[in-house]
């Protein structure tokens, strides 16, 4: 059974003026100072919250309606001429990437 980051936080807060963060922790199979930061609100990675059957997060950006990747960092969109959104890959790309393609380097044989 999945249960939620909040509630598993009450619960190991909750705990802990009866035993030590390490004890807490050894119940579900984590140190005691990861317990003690979980408890505090931390968010804990991918491995830790295998062990700790919660789900996996995942962080989805929106931007004007375009969905960006988990784990993709972005600065800002930019709106092209032709009004398709677009997030740039150098500070000079002006147009989105139907307007002005990537075309390669030149010299390269094809």
């Avoid at 931390?42 to 996996?56: A, C, N, S, T, V």
């Avoid at 009004?83 to 500070?91: E, R």
Wanted: hydrophobic share 35%; net charge positive.
């Amino acid at each position: 059974m999945l249960r939620s980051l909040d509630h598993l936080s009450t619960e190991l807060a909750e705990k802990h003026p009866i035993a030590s963060w390490r004890k807490i922790g050894a119940e579900y199979g984590i140190s005691g100072a990861m317990a003690r930061l979980i408890a505090t609100g931390y968010d804990p990675g991918k491995k830790i919250r295998q062990k700790l059957d919660l789900p996996q997060s995942a962080t989805v950006i929106v931007i004007l309606g375009n969905r960006v990747p988990d784990g993709t960092q972005v600065v800002n969109a930019s709106q092209c001429n032709c009004g398709q959104w677009y997030v740039p890959n150098h500070p000079r790309r002006l147009k989105c990437f139907v307007c002005s393609p990537y075309r390669g380097k030149k010299g390269i044989l094809k």
